[in-house]
């Protein structure tokens, strides 16, 4: 079989081609493949690249046909040298190759210098790294028993190696650019100069390693930026440009609770407070499951009701075009379940309870009489002092047992105490026991039987609804 031997050359630097780049997904696959990955449950995952092993096997498999094809064409006859790629770059591989028949060694001379090729079946191939940019002479020199030949000379310029920049900024209470300097193959360019213009400002970074860099700067208008990399003697000069806006405001969101436990299903009241005072849409997360949304803008609260267990609460701001996003501290909270039938009993005891204070608290002295006088019916009121020590004592024993209850400080006073259960089913019972007790404390109001009475009644359904309530 013949071929032209432009054409045959042509089909030898493709098989070249195909041989580095099944070599380089050979490699780029062992990459993918050593990628270690941490899973839900803690297990290590890796990426699976079977498939795409075998289809490369696939591929390797019709370049080894190709590669028979080419050798049952006839070669060219002529001493020749060629180059895998006419305009290389620095410091990358590639292929010189020719065609020797008759020669019994074969060299291969680049700028002057010469190197051994490998030779078999009349061709000759040698892979080659050029160190530096500029202009190669690269020719071959053939030896057989009627002398030394030399082939056709070719002029190779290298350049530098391309470089592109991928950049972002990242707006938060600073504005921070940060990005990667690349070269041709994807790979960071190391421990190289860059330089951001923005307005007046110049800001100069060098890259890592892995040609990371990253810096915050100070932007109060939208102004726009220029990365710039001005090259090296083997990487070409790149550059980015980037539009910059102003830092976002974080508004800060906390919530407030003191309550302590709760029953399961109760209506939890949260309130909170977002400053600065601008308004901003929260999403209200339970257990880190979303639980209601809700327009916010300063104080405000929010109820919830919540199963038995544990559980955090917290809220969330995900950010605006003006502001960034932020989230609040987390509440916790437990609920425990509700005993009807511990309910029932403390019910009971606390009506007893109730009932000897009521008749404790009640009980009037007996008047003295002989035995031939029959008393006379009793008066409704007290005398001048008689009934304070009632209304102060069922206060008194609200006061003790709310701040027992709940454990509450004993320097706590009474418009304390009553301002602590605002919204509680006792409240307003609280509250007529609270101002009975200061106007007898301080007012030196004469009660008389019928609102003591009264007074003892509201103390009454004060503890009970407590228990009932809070308790379980």
């Excluded at 002029?155 to 990242?170: D, H, Y």
């Excluded at 020590?389 to 454990?407: E, G, K, N, Q």
């Amino acid at each position: 079989m013949a071929m032209d031997d432009a054409d045959y050359v042509n089909a030898r630097n493709s098989l070249i081609l195909m041989e580095v780049g099944i070599s380089s997904c050979r490699e780029a696959l062992l990459s993918i493949s050593s990628v270690a990955l941490v899973g839900e449950n803690n297990e290590t995952l890796h990426l699976d690249v079977r498939e795409l092993s075998s289809r490369l096997e696939g591929v390797e498999s019709l370049l080894s046909d190709y590669r028979r094809i080419l050798e049952s064409v006839e070669a060219p006859s002529n001493f020749s040298v060629f180059i895998s790629k006419p305009n290389p770059m620095v410091l990358e591989n590639i292929t010189i190759f020719g065609y020797a028949p008759n020669m019994s060694a074969v060299l291969v001379m680049v700028n002057g210098t010469l190197y051994t090729p490998e030779v078999a079946n009349g061709t000759f191939r040698l892979v080659y790294t050029f160190p530096q940019t500029g202009e190669y002479e690269i020719y071959a020199v053939g030896v057989n028993a009627s002398g030394s030949f030399r082939s056709n000379v070719l002029t190779v310029n290298v350049s530098r190696i391309p470089t592109r920049i991928v950049a972002e900024e990242n707006l938060g209470e600073t504005v921070t650019i940060s990005g990667y300097l690349l070269d041709y193959w994807g790979r960071g360019v190391s421990r190289v100069p860059i330089e951001l213009v923005a307005g007046d400002e110049v800001y100069r970074l060098v890259t890592s390693p892995e040609g990371f860099f990253n810096t915050t700067v100070n932007v109060s208008s939208e102004v726009n930026a220029t990365l710039i990399f001005r090259g090296s003697p083997y990487y070409a000069p790149s550059n980015a440009t980037l539009l910059l806006l102003p830092a976002k405001l974080k508004p800060t969101i906390r919530l407030f609770y003191d309550g302590g436990s709760v029953r399961t299903g109760d209506t939890v009241t949260i309130t909170g407070k977002v400053s600065p005072d601008v308004a901003v849409p929260l999403v209200i997360y339970v257990d880190d499951s979303p639980y209601t949304t809700l327009n916010a803008r300063g104080e405000f609260s929010f109820q919830v009701q919540l199963s038995e267990g544990e559980h955090r609460i917290y809220a969330y701001f995900p950010g605006s075009g003006e502001l960034q996003a932020s989230r609040s501290n987390v509440v916790q909270i437990t609920a425990t379940p509700i005993s009807y039938t511990l309910r029932f009993l403390l019910l009971l005891l606390f009506l007893l309870a109730a009932g000897v204070a009521y008749k404790f608290l009640t009980k009037e002295k007996p008047a003295k009489t002989s035995p031939e006088t029959v008393p006379e019916k009793a008066g409704v009121e007290f005398e001048a002092g008689s009934a304070k020590p009632d209304v102060l004592r069922a206060y008194r024993v609200v006061y003790r047992f709310l701040r027992r209850f709940y454990s509450l400080p004993p320097s706590m006073t009474p418009r304390e105490l009553l301002e602590r259960f605002r919204g509680e089913p006792f409240h307003d019972d609280l509250a007529e026991l609270t101002g009975m007790h200061e106007r007898s404390l301080y007012g030196r109001v004469r009660f008389g039987l019928s609102e003591a009475f009264w007074a003892v009644k509201r103390a009454s359904r004060v503890i009970i609804t407590a228990i009932v309530r809070d308790e379980l």
